[in-house]
């Protein structure tokens, strides 16, 4: 399918209320867009001002802002089933909950954790890179609770490689400046705070290094965004290409404090490419038409 497919997420959320005034604002052709939705869902939150492809998914029962259900995620779940099997040229998803998709019996962390199950092939992996303008944040590791982190040496060296790869061919970047947060505060402090630095990140640095990627060895990460941060407000060029943090909150909290409603949470390493807000399901401003559409005008954008 030779378009842009928006699935509108959890009807219960703010997706279908930020995708109809995210493409009211942005206006793109009528040929490029397809939205996975329904009706009743799309005519209960808004109107849209240019009549995009409306591909229908089942929704009977009511409406009900800001409360997961079962429902509710069996929806997001058949949306996102009905994205991948159209093989677009691009998808962009409007937040689910996660909670609903467990009530629903789909036991997925996430958007990026279904479609890799359901894109990848060859030993494809579904990576999580989080843009705001030119500040690039790739997670190495996913949704998992912190003392569940684990990863190795060879781990890290393919999914750099990878990132350097998508530089490369994606943004025209032929040699990037990578960043790696220390996986310990003060990056162990040689081995006194934690011995990660030593025995997975400094020896995957290295290999990486002689391969040609440009990638410091593991700073501290409670300093390391501080110029991004003023790079980003003052509009120069950020430091580093991309910043790779080892966790979610490592990597996620600063992007989201600098950026706001501008992050783009986009998943790279398969065939297409997705994108999506930085911000969840919203419900308890869900259904009050308050809810800002700036996440998903990014998300849109980037494809466009």
Same mark, same amino acid.
């Not at 958007?111 to 030993?123: M, P, V």
């Not at 991004?228 to 790779?244: E, F, G, R, T």
């Given at each position: 399918?030779?378009?842009?497919?928006? /699935?509108?997420?959890?009807?219960?959320?703010?997706?279908? #209320?930020?995708?109809?005034?995210?493409? @009211?604002?942005?206006?793109? #052709?009528?040929?490029?867009?397809?939205?996975?939705? @329904?009706?009743? !869902?799309?005519?209960?939150?808004?109107?849209?001002?240019?009549?995009?492809?409306?591909?229908?998914?089942?929704?009977?029962? %009511? +409406?009900?802002?800001?409360?997961?259900?079962?429902?509710?995620? $069996?929806?997001?779940?058949?949306?996102?089933?009905?994205?991948?099997?159209?093989?677009?040229?691009?998808?962009?998803?409007?937040?689910?909950?996660? @909670?609903?998709?467990?009530?629903?019996?789909?036991?997925?962390?996430?958007?990026? %954790?279904?479609?890799?199950?359901?894109?990848?092939?060859?030993?494809?992996?579904?990576?999580?890179?989080?843009?705001?303008?030119?500040?690039?944040?790739?997670?190495?590791?996913?949704?998992?609770?912190?003392?569940?982190?684990?990863?190795?040496?060879? /781990? *890290?060296? $393919?999914?750099?490689?990878? *990132?350097?790869?998508?530089?490369?061919?994606?943004?025209?970047?032929?040699?990037?400046?990578?960043?790696?947060?220390?996986?310990?505060?003060?990056?162990?402090?040689?081995?006194?705070?934690?011995?990660? %630095?030593?025995?997975?990140?400094?020896?995957?640095?290295?290999?990486?290094?002689?391969?040609?990627?440009?990638?410091?060895?593991?700073?501290?990460?409670?300093? *390391?965004?501080?110029?991004?941060?003023?790079?980003?407000?003052?509009?120069?060029? +950020?430091?580093?290409?991309?910043?790779?943090?080892?966790?979610?909150?490592?990597? *996620?909290?600063? !992007?989201?404090?600098?950026?706001?409603?501008? /992050?783009?949470?986009?998943?790279?390493?398969?065939?297409?490419?997705?994108?999506?807000?930085?911000?969840? /399901?919203?419900?308890?401003?869900?259904?009050? @038409?308050?809810?800002?559409?700036?996440?998903?005008?990014?998300?849109?954008?980037?494809?466009?």
């Amino acid at each position: 399918m030779n378009k842009i497919v928006i /699935t509108t997420g959890d009807p219960n959320g703010i997706g279908a #209320e930020v995708t109809i005034k995210a493409l @009211n604002k942005l206006q793109p #052709e009528k040929e490029k867009i397809a939205i996975i939705s @329904n009706k009743k !869902i799309l005519d209960f939150y808004g109107k849209l001002d240019i009549d995009y492809e409306i591909i229908e998914i089942p929704f009977e029962n %009511e +409406i009900t802002p800001g409360k997961a259900t079962p429902e509710s995620g $069996e929806f997001s779940y058949q949306c996102i089933m009905k994205a991948i099997e159209l093989k677009p040229e691009a998808i962009v998803t409007a937040p689910i909950a996660k @909670n609903a998709l467990y009530m629903a019996g789909h036991e997925f962390n996430g958007h990026t %954790e279904i479609f890799q199950k359901f894109l990848a092939h060859d030993g494809q992996k579904a990576e999580m890179l989080f843009v705001a303008k030119d500040f690039h944040v790739l997670l190495l590791t996913r949704h998992c609770a912190l003392k569940e982190i684990s990863f190795d040496k060879d /781990t *890290l060296i $393919e999914k750099i490689s990878k *990132l350097q790869e998508f530089f490369n061919t994606k943004l025209g970047i032929a040699s990037p400046k990578f960043a790696l947060c220390g996986f310990n505060p003060h990056s162990g402090e040689d081995g006194i705070l934690g011995h990660e %630095e030593i025995e997975i990140l400094n020896p995957a640095v290295k290999v990486l290094r002689a391969k040609g990627v440009n990638i410091t060895y593991p700073l501290p990460a409670d300093t *390391l965004f501080v110029d991004a941060a003023k790079c980003y407000y003052s509009d120069k060029k +950020i430091p580093y290409d991309c910043y790779i943090a080892n966790y979610h909150d490592q990597g *996620l909290i600063p !992007i989201k404090t600098v950026a706001g409603d501008e /992050t783009v949470n986009m998943t790279i390493g398969l065939d297409i490419i997705r994108t999506s807000p930085g911000h969840g /399901t919203a419900f308890d401003i869900a259904g009050k @038409n308050i809810a800002r559409e700036d996440g998903m005008i990014a998300a849109i954008s980037k494809l466009l």
